[in-house]
């Protein structure tokens, strides 16, 4: 309502994980480490530290 947003990391109903963050894909696809790809429908997004470990809580191990 703010108008401001945050990163967030949330479980969707099919039991996969959606991110919010900032789309950083033009700037560090070129720095992927040799064993990453990406296809061209996917993007590399960005959160802060602290927003990961936060979720981790809410994350089940198995």
């Not at 994980?17 to 997004?45: H, N, Q, W």
């Amino acid at each position: 309502m703010s108008g401001e947003s945050c990163p967030d990391l949330f479980e969707l109903s099919d039991g996969n994980f959606a991110v919010i963050g900032t789309d950083r894909t033009e700037d560090l696809e070129a720095s992927l480490p040799p064993d990453a790809a990406r296809a061209d429908y996917e993007r590399i997004v960005v959160i802060t530290r602290d927003s990961l470990l936060r979720a981790k809580r809410d994350i089940p191990n198995a």
